[in-house]
């Protein structure tokens, strides 16, 4: 064990998860020492993440600028083919950063269709020159705002609005619906995914306003109540597509966000229109970024003006 892993070690048996910092959550992630990434390093915004082939990196760009609510940008490959470097730099900050390993768990599609899924690394599928810290193959990784960011301002709130299922240390549920998104693209036919959590109907409005400003992270959400389940096309409440699921309690209702699981399903919906391999994260089992809270203003304006030579 090298000195900064027993120091990481060491701080964790001290530490409660939401205190650790970002660079710590990622090592851990890297030592497939964690799974689910909810109550982890509080302040940080976590991400959902995409990478797919550097040929169709244009028209996934573009179908996030037209979806910002379910796709919103956080950070870009500075480098097609370079699983180092993100842009713009504040997003990652330490050297040492591999988009390959720093995410709990991933999933792996070919032609539209998940062939992997809890894989912990991808070493094995995108390899690089040591020398230059480039594959062949230029991938192009997309980091999405992910909702579990705004969870800790939920959890410190008077009297605390903690989500149901960081109580049960279970995944928060997910579910596909029949809400379009804009095409781009080879992108087309896409909807959107939402996440779930419930909530007392006179708990509602204080959620909406402890989450609206988190634009950069979903923002607030997009539907609430048991008629809302109807008007998003949702299959089976009780039985999610991702994630676990939850026991409602007497007087609360479904509350739904956009999903950052959404650019998986416009993988799929594209089909063998993606010619290679591409790389999402396992639902649940995020990246943590070293974007804080306080970067929310900033990120106000779209990440579009950081944009990365894509």
């Not at 109907?201 to 997009?222: C, K, M, Q, W």
């Not at 106000?300 to 944009?307: C, H, L, P, S």
């Amino acid at each position: 064990m090298t000195r900064i892993h027993a120091a990481i070690q060491m701080t964790v048996t001290t530490q409660t998860p939401e205190t650790l910092s970002s660079q710590k959550t990622r090592l851990l992630a890297r030592q497939n020492t964690i799974t689910n990434t909810a109550g982890y390093s509080g302040t940080n915004l976590q991400a959902n993440l995409l990478i797919l082939p550097e040929k169709y990196s244009q028209d996934f760009h573009n179908l996030c600028l037209r979806n910002p609510v379910a796709c919103p940008l956080l950070g870009i490959s500075s480098i097609p083919g370079n699983p180092h470097k993100i842009s713009p730099t504040p997003c990652i900050r330490n050297s040492d950063f591999d988009i390959r390993t720093d995410c709990p768990a991933y999933r792996v599609y070919k032609h539209g269709k998940c062939i992997a899924a809890n894989k912990r690394d991808l070493l094995d599928l995108w390899s690089t020159n040591d020398d230059e810290q480039q594959s062949s193959e230029n991938y192009t990784a997309f980091l999405l705002g992910c909702s579990y960011s705004f969870e800790a301002a939920l959890c410190n709130a008077t009297p605390p609005l903690t989500p149901r299922h960081q109580v049960t240390n279970t995944l928060v549920p997910m579910y596909r619906t029949s809400l379009p998104l804009s095409p781009a693209g080879i992108f087309t036919n896409t909807t959107c995914t939402v996440s779930m959590r419930p909530y007392h109907e006179s708990e509602v409005e204080r959620v909406r306003d402890i989450t609206r400003p988190y634009l950069a992270t979903h923002g607030e959400p997009i539907a609430w109540g048991w008629d809302a389940v109807k008007r998003l096309g949702i299959r089976d409440i009780h039985d999610p597509d991702f994630g676990d699921k939850v026991e409602f309690g007497e007087g609360e209702v479904p509350v739904f966000w956009a999903c950052g699981v959404t650019p998986q399903m416009a993988v799929e919906a594209a089909g063998e229109k993606i010619d290679g391999l591409v790389f999402a994260h396992e639902p649940g089992h995020m990246l943590v970024t070293d974007w804080v809270v306080e970067d929310l203003e900033r990120l106000k304006e779209g990440i579009a003006a950081f944009r990365a030579k894509i």
